[in-house]
């Protein structure tokens, strides 16, 4: 029986940039997938993308390259990754660079052709509404405002990819479950209508997709007892076949796999657990059954799919104004009460300044920063409190009339407070606009060059 | 005998825009009835008043001994958006785990 092994070697971009590395020394994977991209990313790549056209992707993806090759080689595992983000072909040219440097003969496959920034005016002219699939409002007014617009593709340009014989492949905005998909689906010959099979890959996709998340990181278990969290493994899957598979991490490395900790990434940022809209099917992970079967093994059945739906996901991200965020530390005795003091002065020196906001908030970290109105009144004092302030303007010029007013509390505010980091800096507001489109208005070209 | 969810019941919290979802699930196949029938979207829109606004759905996951809850409005505008620390909302689940469960003596 064929088994393929899957790493997954990333969370997202920031994300522990030596992980693909242990994997592919410690283990036996003949693929890893490393997921560089969450919601926010593509429109922060955008702006880099604007100031200098050979950034736009995540450039620590290179830098892990340069340590991964010789194992890449050695081992011949393959690497799938959206690290190409924003700048898929400025991914590339970096990654045959990397290629070269290291002496290799490699061949590198990638995709374009979910950036369609420049196509939204195209596409609305062709009827496509683009109204936000959440609140049914027309795109019209924030068509001035948009910094990207990509779509969320699947796993079929990957496959062609991995047919023309790359070794690595650098995509854009595919699903990050789609990586490991794609692999699996290369390695079974799975249909493109072979439901079951192909919501196999995604559940494999999305077990992996977080990296260490679902090998102890963030274990709301029994978080204390995971082993050398300094060196935690990364997830690894084995696959033989549609409907099940075996999630385990990787060798010699810290961590753990327990069926609770797969249960805490099987519905992270799900919905309708019966429902997992993807490009390439929808997935069903709600009649998933999980088994230990060895130390740090868990056996995971009961997946299902139906029928892919007709339309693909767009994601438009557009500029909303700045945001800037200041804090301020307090400490005992009446640490609550200065900070409170100190918030009251501030609003009025805001005011005091003709500040005109959207929206300011504030929060006193180590009271209720995190649970707001949820988190329990302290009884007894606190040793120290850290008062945020934040304001969300239309402006970068307004959001920078908080940055100045901090730092003069040490010595004109309440007793007993200091710096906080350096001062505040405003910082431009993304907002996103999903929308539904048609398959077919979307070209998607697959390419593969040999590098040596 | 009162507890805190957290002591009966483990789960994660993540985010897809102004919504956030909380899986949830019993630490001990005995705590499934009591969370089923006192964590309910009814119970869990009131502890959290003041932060979620909109509809909240539960589905039920029985093999796993869990539910997924779906929250809409939860996140103050959605991550890239919103003014709050934790704009991922990934401390949302602790936020439950802060309800009281009333479980029978044994």
Redesign the interface.
């Known amino acids: 029986m064929k088994t393929i092994r899957i790493g997954g070697g990333q969370g997202f971009w920031g994300d522990l940039n030596e992980a693909p590395v242990n994997i592919a020394r410690n283990d036996d994977v003949s693929y890893i997938g490393c997921d560089y991209l969450a919601e926010l990313t593509l429109s922060i790549m955008g702006r880099q993308r604007e100031r200098n056209p050979q950034a736009g992707y995540a450039r620590d993806f290179i830098t892990m390259l340069n340590d991964l090759l010789p194992i890449l080689k050695e081992k011949r595992i393959k690497v799938l990754t959206n690290a190409g983000g924003m700048n898929v072909k400025a991914a590339v040219e970096a990654t045959k660079q990397a290629i070269k440097t290291a002496g290799l003969h490699l061949k590198v496959g990638y995709v374009v052709g979910d950036d369609v920034m420049d196509s939204i005016l195209e596409l609305k002219k062709q009827g496509i509404g683009m109204t936000n699939m959440d609140t049914g409002e027309s795109i019209d007014p924030i068509l001035p405002a948009i910094v990207n617009a990509n779509v969320y593709y699947g796993a079929e340009p990957i496959i062609e990819c991995l047919k023309g014989g790359a070794d690595i492949v650098i995509v854009g905005r595919s699903t990050d479950s789609s990586l490991f998909l794609a692999p699996l689906a290369y390695e079974f010959g799975w249909k493109a209508d072979d439901w079951d099979s192909l919501a196999t890959g995604i559940l494999c996709g999305h077990l992996l997709e977080c990296g260490a998340q679902v090998s102890g990181g963030n274990y709301d278990y029994d978080w204390r007892s995971v082993p050398q969290p300094e060196n935690i493994g990364y997830p690894i899957a084995e696959v033989s076949g549609p409907g099940e598979l075996i999630i385990t991490k990787t060798k010699n490395q810290g961590g753990l796999m327990t069926t609770q900790s797969v249960k805490e990434q099987l519905f992270y940022e799900i919905h309708n657990p019966e429902m997992y809209i993807t490009p390439d099917v929808m997935a069903d992970f709600s009649k998933c059954t999980l088994r230990q079967v060895g130390e740090n093994r868990v056996f995971v059945q009961g997946v299902r799919g139906e029928k892919r739906p007709d339309t693909l996901k767009l994601c438009v991200g557009y500029t909303e104004g700045y945001r800037n965020t200041a804090y301020l530390p307090f400490s005992w005795p009446d640490a609550l009460e200065k900070a409170q003091s100190a918030k009251e002065t501030i609003l009025k020196r805001l005011k005091m300044k003709g500040l005109c906001a959207e929206e300011i908030r504030t929060d006193f970290v180590g009271l209720n920063s995190l649970h707001g109105p949820l988190a329990s009144d302290m009884k007894e004092e606190l040793n120290e409190v850290v008062l945020r302030i934040a304001v969300k303007t239309k402006t970068k010029e307004e959001a920078s009339k908080l940055s100045p007013e901090i730092a003069p509390f040490i010595l004109n505010g309440p007793p007993a407070s200091c710096f906080f980091g350096g001062r505040a800096k405003p910082e431009e507001v993304f907002a996103l606009w999903p929308t539904l489109i048609p398959r077919d208005a979307i070209k998607l070209c697959a390419y593969v060059e040999e590098v040596k | 005998m009162k507890v805190f969810l957290k002591d009966i019941a483990?789960?994660?919290s993540?985010?897809?825009?102004?919504?956030s979802?909380i899986?949830l699930?019993a630490?001990e196949p005995k705590y499934f009835g009591a969370i089923k029938s006192q964590v309910t979207p009814d119970s869990v829109k009131k502890?959290?008043?003041?932060?979620v606004t909109g509809d909240i759905?539960r589905?039920e996951?029985r093999?796993?001994d869990?539910f997924?809850f779906?929250m809409h409005h939860a996140l103050d505008?959605?991550?890239?958006?919103s003014?709050?620390?934790?704009t991922l909302g990934?401390?949302m689940?602790?936020?439950l785990m802060?309800m009281e469960i009333e479980l029978d003596a044994d």
């Open positions: 483990h789960g994660r993540g985010d897809k825009g102004d919504v979802n899986c699930y630490r502890h959290f008043r003041g932060m759905e589905y996951i093999q796993l869990g997924n779906v505008g959605g991550a890239t958006r003014l709050r620390l934790d990934k401390t689940a602790a936020a802060r």
